[in-house]
């Protein structure tokens, strides 16, 4: 059974940072391609940073420079250092993986930024 739980996230004021972690269980993480997503009320699900097992990442134009995404794949373990957040990163932030066709998310983690 494959779990994805998070931590982190909270309320910050624009300019502060937060990490996110997401504790990957049931896949052989370290193989696996991961990514972080972010949702606001009433729009879809955006992609925020992607890394695949070998280390390589992706960003989506509005956080790079100050969002970074890793991995622990000895301890299985997706992280998200966001640094100088803005109040438009406020979002419900989800964690993801997939194997063999299917998608796997964590519960969600809320991040508020406030001005």
């Known amino acids: 059974q494959v779990r994805l739980v998070q931590s982190g996230g909270g309320m910050v004021q624009a300019g502060e940072s937060l990490r996110l972690s997401c504790v990957a269980s049931?896949?052989?993480?370290?193989?696996?391609?991961m990514g972080w997503y972010r949702q606001t009320p009433g729009k879809e699900r955006q992609l925020v940073a992607t890394i695949t097992s070998d280390g390589s990442t992706n960003y989506t134009d509005s956080v790079k420079g100050r969002f970074t995404i890793s991995r622990d794949n000895v301890r299985n373990i997706l992280f998200l250092q966001m640094n100088n957040l803005k109040p438009e990163d406020t979002a419900d932030y989800y964690c993801?993986?997939?194997?063999?066709?299917?998608?796997?998310w964590g519960q969600g983690t809320p991040v508020t930024v406030s001005s």
């Open positions: 049931g896949i052989n993480f370290k193989i696996h391609p």
């Open positions: 993801t993986t997939r194997r063999q066709g299917t998608s796997f």
